[in-house]
C-alpha cells in the first residue's frame, strides 16, 4: 500500500480554480494528504504535493527541474505560441533555471539581497513610512492601508535598490500598481499596456546602467553579468524585470493581510503592542505562514524517477507544489488554521524551499515587520473600519485591493 491516490480528474489547478484554504477545491485531497495524481490540460501527469515534509524534501532535490519540458505541468490549457514564448523567455529568468546556471546566476544577485545588506536599507525604510503614515494622519481617517501604505511603500524601497533615478519612479510606481491591482481596479487590457510600458522603460534602464555603472542592487548584477556571457540585451532586461517584481506583489499584500490578522484578534494585538521586541519576529512569521495561502503554485518536472514514502514519481511526471496548504499541515502545526503569534512558524514555504528559495527574502520579511511595528507602535486604536469590499480571491491569490482603517 503507498501513500499516494490516483485521480483521473482533470487537476484542479485551473484558472478560476486554484486551490486554496478558502476555496472547496482543497477538499479534493484525501485526508493525510497522500501524493495525489492528476491529469493536465495537456494530458500529462502530475502530483499534487500538500504535505509540508514532503515539500521540503521534493524542493530540495535536484533530480526536479524547473526548466521547459515536453511534460512540464502546466496548469492551463495554453497555446503552442504561449507555450514557444514562455520556453524562449524561460532561460533568462532566475526562477526557471536549473544549477549549475541557476547557481552562476543567482551568486551575481545575492550581495544585494543577504540579511546585512537588507538591514543597511532600514534607516531609508524607516524614513519612508514615517512619510506615508504623517500624510495618512494628516489627511484623517478613515485611510485605505493600501493606498496610504502597503502599495507606495515598498515600491520605493525597491526604486532605491535598484537605483531607479526620482524623475523615472513615476513610471515604474504607476505601472506596478496597475500589475499587481485586482479587477476590481485595471483591466487585463490595461495590465497589458502596463507591462508593455515597464519592459521599455527596463530596457532603456539596462541601457543607461550598461553605459554608466552605479552602485546599487540592479547595477551591481548588471556589471557582474557583464563579465559573463550569459545574457544579452533581452535576457538582463528580463531578469530586470523578475528583481524588481517578483515580490512586489507579494509584501503589498502581506503589509495589509497583516494588520488585518492583528486587528481581528485585539488580545494578540494587545500582548504585541506590549512586548514588540520579543513578538515581532513570530508574528511575521506567523503572518507569512497562515496568509502563505496559495500566492504560487511551484511546479517541477521529474527528470528521471524518484522514489518518496513508497511512492514512484516517474521520469517526466511533473509535481504541483501546494505550499500554501503545506503551511496550513496539522502534522505539522497545531490547529494550523488558528492565527497565533506565539507560534514557531520559522519553517514556514511562504518564500518557497530550497535552492529557489526566494531571493529577497530578507528585504521582504524588513519590510513586514517595519510596517507592523510602526503602525502598532503609532495607532494604539488602529481598528478595521466596515467596508462593502472584501478581500476578493483571484485565481486564489489573496490580492488586497482596498482595506479601510481607522484610528
Not at 38 to 53: F, I, N
Amino acid at each position: 500500500m503507498t501513500d499516494a491516490e490516483t485521480k483521473m480528474a482533470t487537476c484542479p489547478v485551473a484558472p478560476h480554480g486554484w486551490p486554496n484554504p478558502l476555496l472547496p477545491e482543497y477538499d479534493q485531497l484525501p485526508e493525510g494528504r497522500p501524493l495525489t495524481q492528476v491529469t493536465m490540460p495537456s494530458g500529462s501527469k502530475a502530483w499534487l504535493v500538500a504535505r509540508h515534509d514532503q515539500i521540503q524534501r521534493l524542493l530540495a532535490d535536484n533530480r526536479f527541474s524547473v526548466e521547459p519540458h515536453p511534460t512540464f505541468p502546466i496548469r492551463f490549457p495554453a497555446p503552442q505560441e504561449l507555450l514557444d514564448m514562455i520556453a524562449r523567455d524561460a532561460k533568462n529568468l532566475l526562477v526557471t533555471m536549473d544549477p549549475p546556471r541557476h547557481t552562476r546566476v543567482r551568486q551575481m544577485a545575492l550581495p544585494d539581497f543577504t540579511i546585512k545588506a537588507a538591514e543597511k536599507l532600514r534607516p531609508r525604510m524607516q524614513d519612508l513610512i514615517d512619510y506615508y503614515l504623517d500624510r495618512m494622519e494628516a489627511e484623517g481617517a478613515p485611510a485605505d492601508l493600501v493606498q496610504a501604505l502597503a502599495l507606495p511603500f515598498p515600491a520605493q524601497v525597491i526604486c532605491e535598490l535598484a537605483g531607479i533615478p526620482e524623475g523615472d519612479r513615476e513610471i515604474f510606481t504607476r505601472n506596478a500598481a496597475i500589475m499587481v491591482g485586482t479587477r476590481h481596479s485595471y483591466t487585463m487590457e490595461q495590465k497589458l499596456a502596463a507591462n508593455e510600458e515597464l519592459m521599455k522603460y527596463f530596457a532603456a534602464l539596462v541601457t543607461e546602467k550598461q553605459s554608466n555603472p552605479t552602485d546599487d542592487m540592479l547595477g551591481n548584477f548588471i556589471a557582474r553579468a557583464g563579465k559573463t556571457d550569459e545574457f544579452d540585451h533581452h535576457g538582463l532586461t528580463l531578469m530586470t524585470k523578475m528583481l524588481l517584481l517578483a515580490g512586489y506583489e507579494f509584501i503589498v499584500n502581506r503589509i495589509a493581510l497583516g494588520i488585518q490578522a492583528l486587528v481581528e484578534h485585539p488580545e494578540q494585538l494587545a500582548e504585541l503592542r506590549a512586548d514588540i521586541p520579543g513578538l515581532m519576529p513570530r508574528t511575521v512569521d506567523e503572518v507569512l505562514r497562515y496568509y502563505s495561502l496559495v500566492d504560487e503554485i511551484i511546479a517541477r518536472v521529474a527528470l528521471e524517477d524518484v522514489e518518496i514514502d513508497g511512492v514512484t514519481i516517474k521520469a517526466g511526471e511533473g509535481i504541483l507544489v501546494l505550499k500554501g496548504l503545506a503551511d496550513r499541515d496539522p502534522a505539522k502545526y497545531a490547529d494550523p488554521d488558528v492565527f497565533d503569534i506565539h507560534r514557531d512558524a520559522r519553517d514556514h514555504l511562504a518564500f518557497g524551499y530550497g535552492v529557489h528559495q526566494c531571493l529577497g527574502q530578507h528585504v521582504a520579511r524588513l519590510m513586514l515587520e517595519m510596517c507592523l511595528t510602526s503602525l502598532v507602535e503609532r495607532f494604539p486604536g488602529l481598528h478595521l473600519v466596515e467596508s462593502d469590499e472584501p478581500i476578493e480571491l483571484i485565481d486564489g491569490l489573496p490580492p488586497v485591493h482596498k482595506l479601510t482603517i481607522g484610528w
